[in-house]
């Protein structure tokens, strides 16, 4: 705490050094990889962040409330999905609960509840808080009405749950306490605003659809088109000017 009041994040540097990642095998620091590829959806894989060579030697300490909500999140990472998907904010009078109807709103299947049990709960959340929040936005991209369109577009809900588990990765924020510098800035934009994760997954799923207008992806470009959103979400994190979530320039591409 310092004399005004607020708080702060403590750093201390480790000592360098190769690194042992999950799997028990050395890399360098720069190439240490949080988490493993994982396939999510039929042919879509999740871009796992990797960490910098200057972050990986960071360590940082939190404050009780900062804590407190870095537990609360991972709370939720944490709840699976294996409940039926009773009520969903398509816009559109549903003729029942497993229909081609869903396949129409770019599900994979007549069930929409079986595209997200790959990113548990958290990632059906993400998907709701979006259509409430942000429903010009939500439904400009499950209808694919912006720019001009692939023959084979990105099924949308498994691009949900592949947001949100990446965003998961990058934030690193299934570890105790933030190890990079990017979960680090994020953990402070939460700790001033708890819906700060739904949001930055908001923004990410819109930025995520422009690259892929820009690059004039298909289904086969989705992986390309993460990696490239990935960078462009870390470039806009780490602006010093970024107090909030609002501050980061891709915020404005959501409209309500």
């Not at 959103?229 to 891709?250: F, G, W, Y």
């Amino acid at each position: 705490m310092d004399e005004s009041g607020g708080s702060f994040v403590a750093v201390r540097r480790l000592s360098q050094g190769s690194e042992r990642n999950a799997t028990g095998c050395h890399s360098s620091p720069a190439e240490v990889v949080t988490g493993s590829t994982a396939w999510i959806g039929r042919g879509l894989s999740c871009v796992c962040a990797q960490r910098r060579e200057s972050d990986a030697r960071l360590s940082f300490d939190l404050t009780p409330h900062q804590e407190e909500c870095l537990q609360r999140l991972q709370r939720r990472i944490e709840v699976a999905y294996d409940s039926p998907l009773v009520c969903f904010l398509s816009g559109v009078e549903l003729l029942g609960l497993i229909s081609e109807q869903w396949k129409e709103m770019g599900w994979q299947g007549k069930d929409p509840s079986t595209d997200f049990r790959g990113g548990g709960f958290i990632s059906l959340e993400n998907l709701l808080f979006f259509a409430r929040n942000y429903p010009k936005s939500f439904q400009d991209l499950l209808r694919k009405q912006d720019g001009d369109r692939a023959l084979w577009e990105y099924p949308f809900a498994v691009a949900g749950v592949n947001i949100t588990f990446m965003l998961i990765q990058m934030l690193d924020l299934q570890a105790g306490k933030p190890r990079t510098l990017l979960g680090a800035i994020f953990l402070k934009l939460l700790s001033d605003n708890e819906r700060v994760f739904d949001i930055l997954y908001c923004i990410t799923f819109k930025l995520m659809d422009q690259q892929w207008l820009t690059m004039h992806a298909s289904y086969m470009d989705f992986n390309t088109v993460m990696k490239a959103t990935r960078r462009q979400l870390e470039r806009e994190l780490l602006l010093e000017d970024i107090q909030r979530i609002e501050d980061m320039p891709s915020y404005r591409l959501l409209a309500r």
